[in-house]
């Protein structure tokens, strides 16, 4: 059976920061495409940050600068390391494992709510 648990979300202030974290079970992690994403309220879910299995990232252009994503694979575990954090940041965070370059499904986590306030 498939797991993503995120955990690290909470209340900051504006300009503070929080990292995430998602532990990855029941999937060959090192293979995996990991990613966060987020959803407002009110709002589509939306990529944040994604790193793949060649340590290529991709972040959203709202982030760049600010977020930061990483891998262990010895621990499957993949991080958000937010900085800067602004009252925008604030969603419901999640964390993906894509396999669908192996001809898989995509995994989501349940969310960790991160509130920003100004």
């Known amino acids: 059976q498939v797991q993503l648990v995120e955990s690290g979300g909470g209340l900051v202030q504006a300009g503070g920061s929080l990292r995430l974290s998602c532990a990855a079970s029941g999937i060959t992690f090192s293979t995996s495409t990991m990613g966060w994403y987020r959803q407002a309220p009110g709002k589509q879910r939306e990529i944040v940050a994604r790193?793949?299995?060649?340590?290529?990232?991709n972040y959203a252009d709202s982030v760049k600068g600010r977020f930061t994503i990483s891998r262990d694979n010895a621990k499957n575990l993949v991080y958000l390391q937010m900085n800067s954090l602004k009252p925008e940041d604030t969603a419901v965070y999640y964390c993906n494992a894509d396999r669908r370059w192996l001809g898989g499904p995509v995994y989501w986590g349940q969310g960790t709510q991160v509130t920003v306030s100004s």
């Open positions: 790193l793949n299995t060649a340590d290529i990232t």
